[in-house]
């Protein structure tokens, strides 16, 4: 279906022909239309437009406006202070956009098949290792971003760059060696699901105790070196062990995962260790073209601008001195294979801030090399840290990392607990499937609604609140729009262009008009807080529509239809934002 027209872009034409019609000289000038608290609209090009015609502003406005004819969108064009015009709208083309828009499945926002393909790389966990709060931003940001731009038509690959290799394993492959029942589960024998608590378990288990053991044990740590040299050189049976870990792990993240409501597929899972194969060749391009060179033995790109506390430069070290490989390997590398094999137009990488100068010299690395340029580009969507309620990073009060897990279930309990003091009609089984939504949905909103580049404070007793900027007060508000559709008995959402509105509706109805073109901003811009933005400021217009105009008690028959059109799409263009944003909306609460 084409993209239906807002009432924004519909103004923008109707000025713009005026603005030709009367003053012929002025070429393609824009208008610069925008939302206004004077009128629904103000003008403000005919400023501009005036110094270059070297013209009165305010008189080339009064012509403008004289050469538009009379028409059923623009009733009324004030010129005023030098010359801005200051625009309101019709009531009837109001709703005739918005039922244009109600009638798209896809509320008006325009979809692109020939975007392009996006890598995004998000949601990057450490095999063997417990997720923290430290992995939360990633993960909710990128399966946004990934939603967000599949819906307006980006051909989207995901990528879970799990670390899943390093010096590390060697201790863990050769402690299961010499240990070999230690990742064996408790019950259920071969082929039994395990829970994520136990595989984690049995990982942290396994973890300590090899550590401990490579800490005091010299021979130990001797023999876990040379398992490291195995592990590199592909050998069997040391191989098997490490994917062990792997799937081990796997179990684990799968169910952080699912708790979070994400949907995170094998097939997408492609860690460090997927790159290894390239890391040899990738040094070799980069030295054989002269963008990296041997310094003391290692092979190092240098920049003018990056440099060390010493004034000495500070290189971007690909291969050690010592052989072996570090992050920019295997980042160039995986590059090399987006690019080449995933046929990628855009690489976006969602990686805590504080990795931002190692992104920034590995961009620059891949542009010298040739592998990104005009017609691929790479961005980091970087994204600042999660604090607890004093404002310092979030940790226990014992100072450890406050586990992923513990922090989901809490909110989860502390939205279970809302649920149920609101809940009327609800079961048991209805009041922990609405908390388990509610409380997650809390989570994610909390860090959506922040940007990105900023850090926040996770404070749960705000997030599951009923009031303010939060999840929970735009998931009461779909809750109740259903309640109202559902006691409308005969009563049909119907438009009725023909209406007069109130203030409130208009103010409804304009904001309801503005949901296409912020969601492609959103997804140009890589920039999910403004959509949340967009559905608080939604939420809160509809509050204060639904407390000044009676809905099923209107005046007319034809009026309740009006208001139950106005409920239902801003229903749906509530849970419509919130999907893209990966927070559920329950029909109740």
Known sequence: MASVPSLASTVQQRLADGLSAALPDAGSADPLLRRSDRADFQANGILALAKRLKGNPRELATQVVAAIPENDVLKEIEVSGPGFLNITVTDEAIVRTLAARAADARLGVPFNPSAGTTVIDYAQPNVAKEMHVGHLRSA????AMVEILEFTGETVVRRHHIGDWGTQFGMLIQFLIEHPHELDHSAGGEGAEVSGEEAMS?????????????????????RARARVVDLQ???????????????????????VFDKLDMDIRDVDVVGESGYNEMLQETCRLLEESGVAVRSE???CVFFDDVKGPDGNPTPLIVQKSDGGFGYAATDLSAIRDRVGNLKASTLLYVVDARQSLHFKMVFETARRAGWLNDDVKAVQLAFGTVLGKDGKPFKTREGETVRLVDLLDEAIDRASAVVREKAQDLSEAEIAERGAQVGIGAVKYADLSTSAARDYKFDLDQMVSLNGDTS??????YARIQSILRKAGDAKPVAHPELALAASERALGLHLDTFGELVQETAVEYAPHKLAAYLYQLASQYTTFYSECPVLKADTPEQVENRLFLCDLTARTLHQGMALLGIRTPERL
């Open 202 to 222: 049995n990982l942290n288990r396994l973890y300590k105790a090899s550590r401990a053991l490579f800490d005091s044990d010299e021979e130990f740590k001797a």
């Open 233 to 255: 050189a592909g050998d069997e049976e040391t191989l098997a062990l490490w994917q062990r870990f792997v799937d081990e792990s796997k179990i684990y993240f799968y169910s």
């Open 140 to 143: 909710v940001i990128g399966a």
């Open 472 to 477: 929970v007060y735009l998931q009461y508000a």
């Open 297 to 299: 033995g290692a092979l």
